[in-house]
């Protein structure tokens, strides 16, 4: 700590610490393919993600939007780059440590509910926690199952739930164990407008009042808007971000990524 004292004032000159990242992406490359058929799906992808904040993923159609996710979070290997969560690098994890790490330090909300159709709702939420031997901070998950209206659905299976409830079951689910980091590849894709706010709402809380780090993909500028900042894609590059995003603005991006993408395909 460098700081000198002025009589009774003490005068810091240390330059602020940076804020600490949830994650990392530095130069990813990822190729799908080879010779004609080759696709680069991530042209040099750098991007930080610093803890306490809410990114939103946006962009065209195949610009890579997928595959960043699932290269951040440990579900796919880039060609070439590093990814870090936290201070972990995920290319030197063995199998057994990356499934660890996803287990422990990651939450998941994916557009297919991936709910286990023979266990309670309550169980689906829990499962990750009771295969990790822990458990649920009582008045965290509470508050989770309340905020997303299924506290009185707890004891139904997914085949008695509506489409909306069973990915606010897959959001508590992610949510419950306070993960590091959230990753939702279209967490509010097949949701009505009901679900879907409630979805972003209980996401939105989750960074404003417990500082966690979330990150989701999406199309709507509606779910971008609650988010602290958009980054865009385009052919598999960042081309564009965006800070305190609102519908209007995103939309306006959006508009001009897509001229762009017309321009250049003539
Ligand atoms: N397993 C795969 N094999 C071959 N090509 C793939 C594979 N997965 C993705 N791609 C290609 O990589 C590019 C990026 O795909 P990705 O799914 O990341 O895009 P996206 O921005 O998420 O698209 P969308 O918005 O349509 O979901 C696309 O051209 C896609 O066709």
Partial sequence: MSSHALGAVAVSTETPAPTPLAARAQNLNKTYGSGDTQVRALDGVSADFARGEFTAIMGPSGSGKSTLMHCLAGLDSATSGSVMIGDTELTTLSDKQMTQLRRDRIGFV??????????????????????????????????????????DRLDHRPSELSGGQQQRVACARALAGQPEIIFGDEPTGNLDSRSSGEVLAILRAAVGEFGQTVVIVTHDPRAASYADRVVFLADGHIVDELRDPTAETVLDRMKRLDTVAVDVEG
């Avoid at 297919?112 to 023979?118: G, K, M, Q, S």
């Fill in 110 to 151: 994916f557009q297919a509910f991936n709910l286990v159709p023979t266990l309670t709702a309550l169980e689906n939420i829990t499962l990750p926690l009771d295969i990790a031997g822990r458990k649920a901070d009582p008045s965290w998950l509470d508050n989770v199952l309340t905020r997303l209206g299924l506290k």
